[in-house]
């Protein structure tokens, strides 16, 4: 049975060390839940009693993140605040300032710059077509970093995370880097609430949730005790994990970043998604949701994204989430979009992301399930714990067909 499988490959990895804790959770279209497992410990900490990893227990979610930011941004749009398609530079001098990085000079340790001042759109951020890149994924943005002085998206603002060189003329190619980030901001300046007040108002109390999730987990006396410790595994990436509660995720980040700056319990995460998935009218109108899964990439932009997720094993890695190689991929407003099925896995139209910690979700809209899987374990994305995850589909694939 589907069931027992996904049950025993999370209890061997808990039981050999892989992770220390995990909860996952699938519905369906009608409300139902298919599956949930929660085993394990939240924290390695030495002195935190092995509190049990939970539906409670509230993770870093990084880039899952972006999911909720590109539903703020669709709800700003509805309200009259913003324009998916207005030049926002003007309103954010910083984007973009340095030009385009084009290379860098070793013997003066200077970037080499072309001058731009190409339009900058809402939709370019949110479908990473702005000319944006981490500075953690570029060479020669690592580069400028390093000789500045910097450590890649570090600092307290948005502005010092993803202010940088740009790599590309904006809506000319692909690359992930910090348009989500970019985007949180641009609400904040088009409503004058911060990105926490408008998620909260918006999404999190209609739907409930709004003690489960947050930018600023340690000032919630409720949510900072029931926060997850994060664990690493060896420099090979081998079990057993250790205690690794010191890392920062947001390095030093105090805004509300949009692009990986979310905690949130599995149980909120999963009512968010299911919301999403359903098309509540509560968070938005049908047709925002039209232009949330909507592949967003004309032929360029669809070539260029799937050369550059093959680009590196490392790009692949932390950006394909297990899904095959052969399988095209598109990109929309809510995440990458397989333009191909995988029959006992997922079908055509598929919308995934993921975060770094190993964190993932999916939502099938043709076989009308979804899901998500929460775990706090580094190396990121490590290919081991996203196998865990991708069985965990495979077996509510099973369990979704057997219920028709």
């Known amino acids: 049975m589907a069931a027992e499988r996904i049950d ?88 973009g300032q340095h030009g385009i990085i084009t290379g860098f000079n070793e013997e003066t340790k200077e970037g080499i710059f072309e001058p731009d001042s190409t339009p900058i759109t809402v939709r370019m951020l949110l479908s990473h077509t702005s000319g944006h890149e981490y500075d953690w ?28 060189p740009l790599i590309f003329k904006p809506g000319t190619k692909w690359a992930y880097g910090g348009g989500h980030d970019w985007a949180g901001k641009v609400v904040e300046v088009a409503t004058g609430e911060t990105l926490e007040n408008f998620m909260r108002t918006r999404f999190w109390e209609p739907l ?28 090979k ?5 250790t205690d690794f509660s010191q ?13 990986g700056g979310l905690f949130s319990s599995s149980r909120a995460y999963f009512q968010f998604l299911g919301a999403v998935f359903r098309r509540d009218p509560k968070l938005l109108t049908s047709a925002s949701y039209e232009e949330l899964f909507r592949p967003q990439l004309d032929a360029d932009g669809e070539e260029a994204l799937n050369a550059y997720l093959a680009c590196s094993p490392i790009h692949t890695q932390f950006l394909c989430r297990g899904i095959p190689a052969d399988v095209r991929k598109q990109w929309s407003f809510a995440g990458l979009v ?16 993921a975060g770094v910690s190993s964190v993932t979700w999916w939502m099938d809209h043709e076989a009308g399930h979804f899901g998500t899987a929460f775990v706090q374990i580094l190396p990121p994305m490590h290919p081991p714990v996203i196998a865990l995850h991708t069985e965990f589909e495979k077996g509510v694939w099973e369990i979704s067909k057997g219920k028709k």
């Open 137 to 164: 994924l570029s060479q020669f943005l690592g580069q400028w970093r390093a000789a500045r002085g910097e450590i890649p998206w570090s600092g307290p603002r948005v502005e010092d995370k993803s202010a940088l």
């Open 208 to 235: 409930g949730i709004q003690n489960d999730i947050t930018f600023y987990p340690k000032e919630n006396p409720s949510i900072k005790e029931r926060l997850a410790d994060f664990a690493t595994l060896n420099e």
């Open 237 to 241: 990436g081998e079990p057993p994990a």
């Open 8 to 95: 025993k490959i999370y209890e061997d990895a808990v039981a050999s060390g892989l992770i220390p804790g995990v909860s996952v959770i699938a519905g369906d279209r009608d409300g139902n839940i298919l599956y949930r497992k929660s085993l394990g410990v939240s924290s390695l900490k030495e002195g935190r009693n092995s509190p049990p990893f939970n539906e409670d227990t509230v993770c870093a979610i990084a880039s899952m993140s972006k999911l909720m930011t590109s539903v703020a941004v669709l709800r700003a749009v509805e309200e009259g605040k913003l324009d998916l398609d207005a030049d926002i530079r003007p309103a954010h001098p910083e984007m």
């Open 247 to 259: 890392f920062d995720i947001l390095f030093g980040g105090k805004d509300c970043l949009g692009g």
């Open 338 to 353: 397989a333009k191909e099925g995988r029959d006992g896995w997922f079908s055509k139209g598929t919308t995934f992301w």
